[in-house]
């Protein structure tokens, strides 16, 4: 398919999802809400080339937790709603972007102005009070994206809220291959790459893999920077695991759910199954 009709079909796709946040959400169920955004964004990896495999899933929380992951590209964030939808901490930047800025602030994205220093006793405040009351939360703790072939030092600021709201943080570890099995570092949106240049190089490469790998919780405990490190080396092992190709234990394509038929029209083909090893069936 050429390049510019597949940008056309992801661009359709995007203001298709302003419409359905804009006309169902606001009465629609929590579940409902949840259920269009995966499918959503399970359609949004396909027209971007990605299949999503996810590992150890019955490790996964579904409330309450502060889930942190390692960063490499803008699609990170599609690729975890597609896993779990779950809100994020952000950049405030991304807030301006077109349309994607919109659906972000639409679903319940936290915006932070890294450079303001008082912004992060804010944030701190929202994402404490928001654990607490059993909403899961998603940060990067890196801080900025990387190739993805190893972890950037860890920030310890924002553990301070799962520490303070007495949450368990679940660790994620993403990783990107290609269609040869070789990790790939296509998707990273790195060093002076716009963000234009980035779609350009996912959309015209091969078909990649997005690999999940849902880490064992941790406790809060009562230090941000040991929990820091703590979910850092769980990653870090987790990267290792699936670098090495032994992270296949409970690897399942993330399958269509069960859906009304005002979801259904969302995805026109079936996301294919693969077997415990993470190959296609």
């Keep these: 398919m050429k390049l510019a009709l597949r940008k056309a079909r992801l661009v359709a796709h995007l203001l298709h999802g302003m419409w359905i946040v804009a006309t169902r959400f606001p009465k629609a169920s929590a579940h409902v809400r949840h259920t269009l955004n995966r499918e959503w964004s399970l359609k949004m990896l396909r027209l971007c080339g990605m299949r999503l495999v996810v590992h150890n899933d019955s490790a996964r929380l579904d409330r309450g937790a502060l889930v942190v992951a390692n960063h490499i590209s803008w699609i990170d964030i599609y690729v975890i709603n597609a896993w779990r939808p779950t809100p994020f901490v952000s950049k405030a930047e991304i807030r301006q972007w077109p349309v994607v800025g919109w659906l972000a602030q639409q679903l319940d994205t936290v915006f932070i102005?890294?450079?303001?220093?008082?912004?992060?006793?804010?944030?701190m405040h929202e994402?404490?009070?928001?654990?607490?009351?059993?909403?899961?939360?998603c940060v990067f703790p890196e801080g900025t994206t990387s190739n993805g072939l190893a972890l950037l030092p860890f920030h310890a600021n924002m553990f301070q809220a799962a520490v303070s709201a007495s949450a368990a943080v679940q660790p994620l570890c993403i990783m990107y291959e290609d269609a040869q099995g070789r990790q790939s570092t296509a998707p990273a949106y790195i060093d002076d790459l716009s963000l234009a240049d980035s779609l350009n190089l996912l959309l015209s490469g091969g078909p990649l893999t997005a690999h999940i790998y849902v880490c064992a919780p941790l406790a809060p405990g009562a230090d941000r920077r040991t929990?820091?490190?703590?979910?850092?080396?769980?990653?870090?092992?987790a990267l290792q695991a699936m670098q090495s190709g032994t992270a296949t234990t409970g690897a399942v394509m993330a399958e269509r759910a069960a859906t009304s038929a005002a979801v259904a029209t969302l995805?026109?083909?079936?996301?294919?199954?693969?077997?415990?090893?993470?190959r296609s069936a």
Excluded at 114 to 123: F, G, L
Excluded at 127 to 137: K, P, Q, V, Y
Excluded at 267 to 278: A, K, L
């Design 227 to 237: 929990l820091a490190a703590e979910a850092e080396g769980v990653i870090a092992a």
């Design 127 to 137: 994402l404490s009070d928001r654990l607490g009351a059993g909403d899961l939360m």
């Design 267 to 278: 995805i026109e083909e079936p996301v294919d199954q693969v077997d415990q090893s993470g």
């Design 113 to 123: 102005q890294r450079e303001k220093r008082s912004d992060a006793k804010r944030i």
